[in-house]
């Protein structure tokens, strides 16, 4: 079978199961810039591909009170993420605290966005971001985080990095672990790390998880970064299925949806990998990772039983 066909099939599966399975997914991190159009097409796709939650944060030129009134529209489906992208955040700005603080008490949040540590430029979309975890916008975030009761999501793009960068970076990353020991420290994008070092990292420190973002073969094919790829075939690698099934507790579904092309092109086709994965694993590791890390990290009210 062509490649565009099997996917095609997957797809259609996909949205089969979707209305037939008891599993059902919280997409734990995603962005939405102003470019999309109408955000209710959000929700249909989320209807379509059973997520029944996701952690939307603004971005771009879309505002973050454009995300609370959808949210509003939408309770339980859209949980609001505080923003951190931006300008401010990248010049280190002043603005940036001031707009960190203005969200954070407001108390209409029910989560914060990833902060950006390492981004390698994306093109013209998005330019290089270094932060270092030391840095007092990223400890800023950090203190938000803990005093909400968020996962603190940060973004490390170690395969991006040289030699030099990647040792200073993951260093500050581990203080910031060792430093916060009982408070969940998010990774996005598995931080295109292998599983041997995400291995390594989970037996190090309890407090450490893994976002798939953008680990599936949708997206590491149409782009020209080195994401990590969880995938062989329709289901997960083997070391990356033994990792997972060792310790499900560290894993949580994530898309990561950025673009107006992931919303309207890309999305069933990662859901369709995403649940032919999930349904490859012991049902009890797919619940934690489908839904039930999501609930338990960010105080989410459970579905159903299944």
Known sequence: MRPGALLAALVGLSIFCAAASDLYFIDAHSQVDDELGKLELIIRRMDEAGV????????SGMRSEEILAFAEAHPGRILPAVRTKGRAHRDNDPAYFAQLARQVESKRFRAIAEVLLYHARKGRKAPEVSVLPEDERSQAALRAAIANRWPFVIHIEFASLGTDGRSRFLAGMEKILDAHPEHPIMLNHLGQLDPRE???????????????AHANPVMTLQSKQPWTNMFSGETLSRDWRALVIRHPERFVFALDNVWAEHWKVFYAEQMAYWRAALNDL????????????AERLWHIPPGPAN
Do not use: Q
């Open 52 to 59: 029944r939650s996701t952690i939307l944060a603004a971005r």
């Open 282 to 293: 012991p049902p009890e590791v797919a619940r934690a990772v489908a839904h039930g890390n």
């Open 198 to 212: 995400a291995g390594r990292l989970i037996e190090a420190h309890r407090n450490l998880y893994f976002l798939t």
